[in-house]
């Protein structure tokens, strides 16, 4: 890991002056992808504003049917959330079960969505729960933060500082996990929201999206089956050495129908 | 460079170390504690698993730096004295480590577990441990000393 100049603000305020003033500063959160990246020098900012230290960013809360949680809680302190667990037990489930223990107790749900990796769990929660990102400039609907592979609506200087989900009447989140670094080698979320049904998939393309064709079809009836007759294109799909194209484009239906059956 | 302070196993400690320096090195070569082994040095194999503030995390995916003021727990902070710890009793008379390199980071993650969560089971074990490689055992008598530890640990 290259050197660098380290900041520990007491308010968001205070870190986007000390990123203002960094020549290639970075946000530092949980850590847990930024620090590996550094190691490999894939990455070498000359300044690490870290969050940690920024009181306003921790903590969830519930209000009228919308859980909201602030950008530096942990995956460990969503998961066992009891407060998360009554109102969305499928997104506290997801949290808990996202890499591994100590990376749960590290990782952050702000730093998991502005970090947006392909196969992450976060993105496709906020994407088939229809959740708000709040940063320190403005709200963001989920459908219009992912932007591409690695690739947010943020700025520079944004700070996302909370994410808000209306709990569904029912979801679940599936994924078939890579098993060495665990991250969805496809991971399926279906949720059931007063805007009908949203289905969200990580890990299958280059960023999270949207399933138009399995949410046309659960609209119409909502069962395993109907997952059947739904045909997933396998042109976009990631290749690599652990899945080709149409292999993840079938773990997409056979995530999707094990979502289904799990919202019962 | 910063001056960064912690508090490892109930002793105040200091040191001025670079930014970029890891937990990890501060712990094992500026406080001279090398019971915290690296192992893999890319957050999967859980040989550097310490507490900070009561939680396991991995020591070469946390800079020194952000565990300034925390409260951190090693493997030499276990035992009492010539006393073992109850999860250490149980690893060594179940058989619970071969060559012993994972085994500071097993125990520090099997303690945190059995603080955490009760009445421990057999999957619930192998699922959490999921952060910890072992290259010898072939885990079962790992998962086996973690049920045992716990249950001597009142869990």
């Known amino acids: 890991m290259y050197g660098f100049d380290y900041h520990r603000p007491g308010s968001v305020a205070d870190a986007t002056s000390a990123l203002g003033g960094a020549d290639d500063g970075k946000y530092l959160a949980g850590g847990q ?21 920024i009181a306003d960013l921790k903590g969830i809360s519930v209000s009228g049917g919308t859980v909201t949680i602030g950008a530096t809680t942990t995956h460990a302190e969503v998961a066992a959330s009891a407060d998360v667990q009554g109102a969305i037990p499928s997104l506290a489930a997801l949290a808990g079960d996202i890499g591994d223990r100590q990376v749960r107790n590290a990782g952050t749900i702000g730093g998991s969505l502005a970090n947006n990796d392909p196969a992450a769990d976060y993105p496709a929660a906020i994407l088939a729960l229809g959740a708000t990102v709040t940063t320190n400039k403005r709200e963001i609907a989920a459908d219009d933060f992912i932007k591409g592979l690695f690739e947010t609506a943020l700025e520079e200087d944004e700070i996302i500082t909370s994410v808000s989900f209306p709990a569904p009447t029912s979801g679940a989140y599936m994924k078939f996990k890579q098993p060495a670094s665990r991250f969805a080698l496809v991971g399926v979320y279906v949720a059931k929201t007063a805007d009908g049904v949203r289905v969200a998939v990580t890990g ?10 399995l949410e046309a079809a659960l609209n119409e ?11 997933i294109p396998v042109d976009h799909m990631n290749v690599d050495i652990h899945a080709g194209a149409e292999y993840r484009a079938n773990l997409v ?12 | 460079m910063p001056t960064v302070s912690m508090t490892v196993n109930g002793k105040a400690v200091s040191a001025d170390v670079e ?40 020591s ?16 030499e902070g276990l035992a009492n004295g010539e006393e073992l710890h109850p999860m250490q009793a149980a690893f060594k008379e179940n058989h619970g480590l071969q060559c012993g390199f994972c085994t500071p980071g097993m125990v520090m993650s099997a303690v945190d577990l059995a603080n955490n969560m009760k009445n421990l089971d057999e999957a619930t074990i192998r699922e959490q441990l999921d952060g910890n490689i072992c290259r010898c055992t072939g885990y079962h008598n790992i998962v086996k000393s973690i049920k045992d530890g716990a249950e001597r640990m009142g869990g």
Not at chain 1, 204 to 213: D, E, F, V
Not at chain 2, 21 to 32: A, E, K, M, Q, S
Request: with cysteine; net charge positive; proline share 2%.
């Open chain 1, 33 to 53: 992808t930024l620090l590996a990246t550094m190691k490999q020098r894939l990455a070498a900012p000359s300044d690490l504003v870290d969050l940690g230290g």
């Open chain 1, 204 to 213: 299958a393309t280059s960023h999270a999206h949207r399933g138009p064709r």
């Open chain 1, 221 to 231: 009836n909502f069962s395993a089956s109907a997952v059947d007759g739904v045909e």
């Open chain 1, 253 to 264: 239906k056979v995530m999707a129908k094990r979502a289904v059956e799990a919202c019962g």
């Open chain 2, 19 to 58: 930014a970029r320096t890891l937990l990890v090195h501060y712990i094992r070569d500026h406080i001279g504690l090398t019971g915290t082994h690296v192992g893999c040095d890319t957050s999967q194999c859980g040989a550097c698993v310490v507490h900070v503030n009561g939680k396991s995390v991995k």
């Open chain 2, 60 to 75: 070469c995916s946390t800079l020194a730096v952000q565990a300034e003021g925390a409260d951190v727990a090693t493997i």
